[in-house]
């Protein structure tokens, strides 16, 4: 009992069984734990006798009192200037003493209004926890987390914590200007300079400079931008594209998010409650175009870097840009941050023969609409992938009219429907009635990844044997393959650790069921591409017109690669995965370069992560750390 087993993958872990009801003395006059009143009471009971300082003497928290051997712990920017998942009690206790000198958190409050108060929660078979919301403070700002507390397994009288999270929300002296803290709006001498002409001088950076420059004016720019706007940190968003928007609009014409509106909203300024559940992309490239305005965010489109230089004796870039194709212009921030996806350049593979292909080949992020292609009704359209943009690409050619339609899938694919699965993953949390997207943002968080994959094995069984049965049913009859992750894990780990590799069901499958779009597999691959299509490995023929490559991206770095060359490429980490510990690589955090960083993913990532590394750059600014001196 308690004890977690891997199969040689270090992210792979079998839930314990825990309960945390019964009669003991962390109850409340000895009742059962399931009034909401005593819940509070024993929550905070448990948090006032948690010291995560030391005293006087010199003494730190019995870590082996309040934590079950083989418990977790996720710090954000709390105790270390990173993002740490540290694993059993031991590792706990050496975490806590080696910061125990330069920071510590105290003043833990449980949660005890809105809906993530504490409450027991039957987690998995065999599996209860009683967890909290929970407010804190650090030596440099406040905070919040989650508390799990399961029974002892060695004492059934003792309530001990099987994970807490701490998450950093602000800055001492330094609060975001928001609500009670926003700016008047008036101006001192309006008859000299109003608000217009004050945000003109603002973007055009004659005078100032920014701190901060940013590459890339999709969710990633914008949202990270308004964050450091906030904090007071000036910033400047840099876009090779006509508008603000066009990365969604430029895109392939049937496209639409694939999570639920509820999950989406930008930090800030959530979509109005008539915004549809799935969001088009052209209506999302105006709503990005409309928050760069309201949150009054400095954006140059049409803009592009020509040269950039890093000097680790000044800590600031030298960096030379195009301005609307023609305006040259040196900026020196200190900061750069990498925002044009979470994915570096296309993949574009190539195949022997191509150049005998009498039909069209190209890369699926290429694809505009099927529509484009002349006499589309007499050609054979395949698609190369069976990811979420190959799908789409290919019900895309279906609806347009195609003579015939193929996905070419070499490995197996996740499939979850958009409508079913993937709402019922977010309705725990991201709902209409839920809690507020702030605090769900924080609980969504909390859980180390190792533990949430494990968790997420239940519920895609859920889906396979119950919700979603008849569709993989049908895939399958189809020949298409299911593949849900090691050990079952489904969407999230898929995610986290390909950034594709799933799709989100948004009505392809159907398709692919009903036969009007066929499927053909083949683990080894393509072989060769003949006049009239290509030959696979294993010696099907498949007869094309049109080939779609949808093959995904490279690493991050491949674009830091080709907007800041290989000097700077070479001193940065690889993107996305997980490290040792179950954290993402160098997202978010420390990229492997000072004064630089990787920000991408979906917008619910962009929404909360934007936070953490505003934080991280505010603390820089105000000496608060400092960074890793570049490495030769």
């Given at each position: 009992m308690g004890e977690y087993h891997n199969s040689g993958d270090p992210h792979v872990v079998v839930l314990p069984s825990y309960t945390c009801t019964g009669k003991g003395e962390d109850n409340v006059n000895g009742n059962r734990l399931d009034d909401r009143q005593d819940l509070e009471d024993v929550v905070q009971a448990f948090l006032n006798k948690l010291r995560f300082r030391p005293d006087q003497a010199g003494d730190s928290l019995d870590v082996h009192h309040y934590f079950i051997e083989n418990c977790w712990l996720r710090d954000f920017l709390c105790f270390k200037w990173d993002f740490r998942t540290i694993h059993g009690i031991d590792a706990v206790r050496n975490y806590f003493h080696?910061?125990?000198?330069?920071?510590?958190?105290?003043?833990?409050?449980c949660k005890r209004s809105g809906s993530l108060t504490p409450k027991i929660v039957d987690v998995a078979e065999g599996l209860q926890w009683l967890e909290s919301l929970f407010d804190f403070e650090t030596h440099v700002g406040h905070g919040s987390g989650v508390i799990r507390l399961v029974?002892?397994?060695?004492?059934?009288?003792?309530?001990?914590?099987?994970?807490?999270?701490?998450?950093?929300?602000?800055?001492?002296?330094?609060?975001?200007?928001?609500?009670?803290?926003?700016?008047?709006?008036?101006?001192?001498n309006q008859n000299v300079s109003n608000w217009l002409d004050t945000r003109n001088k603002e973007q055009a950076f004659v005078e100032s400079a920014p701190?901060?420059?940013?590459?890339?004016?999709?969710?990633?720019?914008?949202n990270t931008a308004a964050r450091l706007k906030q904090l007071g940190v000036p910033s400047l968003i840099i876009d090779r594209n006509e508008r603000v928007g066009d990365n969604w609009r430029m895109r392939y014409k049937s496209l639409v998010t694939h999570d639920p509106v509820t999950f989406t909203h930008m930090a800030y300024l959530p979509f109005p409650e008539s915004w549809p559940l799935f969001t088009p992309k052209d209506k999302l490239g105006d709503w990005l175009e409309h928050y760069a305005s309201i949150?009054?965010?400095?954006?140059?489109?049409?803009?592009?870097?020509?040269?950039?230089?890093?000097?680790?004796?000044?800590?600031?870039?030298?960096?030379?840009?195009?301005?609307?194709?023609?305006?040259?212009?040196?900026?020196?921030?200190?900061?750069?941050?990498?925002?044009?996806?979470?994915?570096?350049?296309?993949?574009?593979?190539?195949?022997?023969?191509?150049?005998?292909?009498?039909?069209?080949?190209?890369?699926?992020?290429?694809?505009?609409?099927?529509?484009?292609?002349?006499?589309?009704?007499?050609?054979?359209?395949?698609?190369?992938?069976?990811?979420?943009?190959?799908?789409?690409?290919?019900?895309?050619?279906?609806?347009?009219?195609?003579?015939?339609?193929?996905?070419?899938?070499?490995?197996?694919t996740y499939v979850i429907n958009a409508?079913?699965?993937?709402?019922?993953?977010?309705a725990s949390l991201y709902r209409e009635d839920g809690p507020k997207t702030e605090d769900a943002d924080i609980y969504a968080q909390s859980?180390?990844?190792?533990?949430?994959?494990?968790?997420?094995?239940?519920?895609?069984?859920?889906?396979?044997?119950?919700?979603?049965?008849?569709?993989?049913?049908?895939?399958?009859?189809?020949?298409?393959?299911?593949?849900?992750?090691p050990a079952g894990s489904g969407l999230v780990r898929t995610y986290y650790t390909k950034g594709?590799?799933?799709?989100?069901?948004?009505?392809?499958?159907?398709?692919?069921?009903?036969?009007?779009?066929?499927?053909?597999?083949?683990?080894?691959?393509?072989?060769?591409?003949?006049?009239?299509?290509?030959?696979?490995?294993?010696?099907?023929?498949?007869?094309?017109?049109?080939?779609?490559?949808?093959?995904?991206?490279?690493?991050?770095?491949?674009?830091?690669?080709?907007?800041l060359g290989e000097k700077v490429a070479s001193k940065c980490k690889d993107v996305w995965d997980l490290d040792e510990e179950g954290e993402l690589r160098a997202m978010y955090r420390f990229s492997g370069h000072a004064g630089f960083w990787y920000m991408g993913g979906n917008l619910a990532n962009c929404r909360i992560y934007s936070r953490l590394l505003a934080l991280q750059i505010k603390a820089l600014e105000l000496g608060l750390y400092e960074q890793p001196p570049l490495r030769d």
């Amino acid at each position: 009992m308690g004890e977690y087993h891997n199969s040689g993958d270090p992210h792979v872990v079998v839930l314990p069984s825990y309960t945390c009801t019964g009669k003991g003395e962390d109850n409340v006059n000895g009742n059962r734990l399931d009034d909401r009143q005593d819940l509070e009471d024993v929550v905070q009971a448990f948090l006032n006798k948690l010291r995560f300082r030391p005293d006087q003497a010199g003494d730190s928290l019995d870590v082996h009192h309040y934590f079950i051997e083989n418990c977790w712990l996720r710090d954000f920017l709390c105790f270390k200037w990173d993002f740490r998942t540290i694993h059993g009690i031991d590792a706990v206790r050496n975490y806590f003493h080696d910061c125990a000198s330069s920071a510590f958190v105290t003043k833990l409050k449980c949660k005890r209004s809105g809906s993530l108060t504490p409450k027991i929660v039957d987690v998995a078979e065999g599996l209860q926890w009683l967890e909290s919301l929970f407010d804190f403070e650090t030596h440099v700002g406040h905070g919040s987390g989650v508390i799990r507390l399961v029974r002892d397994p060695h004492d059934s009288n003792r309530l001990k914590i099987f994970a807490i999270s701490f998450m950093l929300q602000g800055l001492n002296n330094c609060e975001e200007r928001v609500r009670s803290l926003r700016p008047p709006g008036t101006q001192d001498n309006q008859n000299v300079s109003n608000w217009l002409d004050t945000r003109n001088k603002e973007q055009a950076f004659v005078e100032s400079a920014p701190t901060v420059l940013i590459i890339g004016a999709g969710q990633a720019g914008l949202n990270t931008a308004a964050r450091l706007k906030q904090l007071g940190v000036p910033s400047l968003i840099i876009d090779r594209n006509e508008r603000v928007g066009d990365n969604w609009r430029m895109r392939y014409k049937s496209l639409v998010t694939h999570d639920p509106v509820t999950f989406t909203h930008m930090a800030y300024l959530p979509f109005p409650e008539s915004w549809p559940l799935f969001t088009p992309k052209d209506k999302l490239g105006d709503w990005l175009e409309h928050y760069a305005s309201i949150q009054e965010l400095n954006v140059w489109t049409r803009t592009t870097i020509t040269s950039a230089k890093y000097d680790p004796l000044t800590r600031a870039w030298t960096v030379d840009i195009l301005r609307d194709g023609t305006t040259p212009r040196t900026l020196k921030p200190r900061h750069i941050i990498l925002c044009t996806g979470h994915s570096g350049e296309p993949y574009m593979p190539t195949f022997p023969g191509q150049e005998t292909f009498y039909g069209s080949i190209y890369h699926g992020s290429q694809h505009t609409d099927a529509s484009h292609i002349p006499s589309l009704s007499s050609k054979k359209a395949l698609v190369v992938g069976t990811g979420n943009s190959g799908h789409d690409i290919a019900q895309n050619f279906y609806e347009n009219g195609a003579k015939e339609v193929t996905m070419l899938q070499r490995r197996g694919t996740y499939v979850i429907n958009a409508t079913k699965g993937n709402l019922m993953q977010h309705a725990s949390l991201y709902r209409e009635d839920g809690p507020k997207t702030e605090d769900a943002d924080i609980y969504a968080q909390s859980l180390p990844f190792p533990v949430q994959f494990a968790l997420s094995t239940h519920f895609t069984k859920l889906l396979r044997e119950d919700v979603e049965m008849e569709m993989n049913d049908g895939l399958e009859k189809a020949g298409f393959k299911i593949d849900a992750g090691p050990a079952g894990s489904g969407l999230v780990r898929t995610y986290y650790t390909k950034g594709g590799g799933y799709y989100l069901d948004v009505g392809c499958s159907q398709l692919i069921i009903d036969g009007k779009v066929k499927v053909r597999r083949c683990e080894e691959g393509i072989e060769k591409f003949v006049q009239d299509g290509l030959v696979l490995k294993d010696g099907q023929k498949i007869q094309a017109d049109v080939v779609v490559l949808a093959t995904g991206y490279d690493n991050m770095r491949t674009s830091v690669q080709k907007i800041l060359g290989e000097k700077v490429a070479s001193k940065c980490k690889d993107v996305w995965d997980l490290d040792e510990e179950g954290e993402l690589r160098a997202m978010y955090r420390f990229s492997g370069h000072a004064g630089f960083w990787y920000m991408g993913g979906n917008l619910a990532n962009c929404r909360i992560y934007s936070r953490l590394l505003a934080l991280q750059i505010k603390a820089l600014e105000l000496g608060l750390y400092e960074q890793p001196p570049l490495r030769d």
